[in-house]
């Protein structure tokens, strides 16, 4: 089936630093891809779309600028948190679709601790 | 998206059925009906997904109103790995992401 693999699992930075955060799909191509943050106890939201060859879609209220996104091949999107502060520390999860109209598989997650 | 509204935590007895019931009046023809379940830690992961009709998987079963206005998604025999959080979520058809609801916490009683 299809396996998106997110790296890496836990991540402490000191604030204003960034921090990469990748996110591959193993065996198939993903044209589209989605990125989630998760505070404790609370439910996923939707924070960008990354589309492969072209501009990242930011949901509202959602800083593009802060939260940088690269979909440089069909297996690979990247969110980059930029001068990290502590209020950024949580939970990053991307996901992908193997086809259209089909279920999504999501990475593991990548918890973030900003110091 | 449409929006759906589930109980914000249910238990259950291990080896014993659970259905977990989710509302969407305001479903369209062209929505999807999305279940992913989410274990404590861990990114969601897919449990299953339809339309107008019933679905069956290794993993569940989904039972959709005739309606449409409802759900019901049915683990037939409840294991203590099956403690998680279950989102039930819409898609259209002509729409690419997923947007979460609070879901319902399943806890699973030895």
């Known amino acids: 089936g299809a396996v998106v693999s997110q790296h890496p699992s836990r991540v402490i930075c000191k604030s204003g630093t960034s921090v990469k955060i990748e996110c591959r799909s193993l065996?198939?191509?993903?044209?589209?891809m989605f990125w989630y943050r998760q505070f404790p106890k609370k439910s996923l939201m939707l924070m960008a779309t990354?589309?492969?060859?072209?501009?990242?879609?930011?949901e509202q209220g959602v800083e593009k600028d802060k939260f940088l996104i690269n979909h440089a091949s069909l297996t690979l999107s990247t969110l980059t948190v930029t001068s990290a502060h502590p209020e950024d520390s949580s939970f990053y999860i991307c996901?992908?679709?193997?086809?259209?109209?089909?279920?999504?598989?999501f990475g593991s997650g990548t918890r973030l601790t900003v110091v | 998206d449409a929006k759906t509204t589930q109980p914000n935590s249910m238990e259950s007895n291990e080896e014993e059925p659970v259905h977990l019931p989710c509302n969407h009046s305001?479903?369209?023809?062209?929505?999807?009906i999305h279940w992913y379940r989410q274990l404590p830690s861990q990114g969601p992961e897919y449990v299953i997904h339809?339309?107008?009709s019933n679905v069956n998987n290794r993993m569940a079963s989904l039972a959709i109103a005739e309606d449409r206005k409802s759900s019901t998604l049915i683990l037939h025999r409840a294991t203590l790995r099956d403690a998680a959080v279950y989102y039930c979520?819409?898609?259209?058809?002509?729409?690419?992401?997923?947007?979460f609801g609070t879901g319902t916490r399943l806890t699973v009683i030895p």
């Open positions: 996901s992908a679709s193997l086809f259209q109209g089909g279920g999504y598989t």
């Open positions: 065996d198939f191509q993903a044209t589209t």
């Open positions: 990354s589309n492969e060859g072209s501009k990242a879609t930011y």
């Open positions: 305001t479903i369209s023809g062209t929505d999807y």
């Open positions: 339809g339309l107008t």
């Open positions: 979520i819409l898609r259209d058809t002509g729409a690419n992401n997923l947007f």
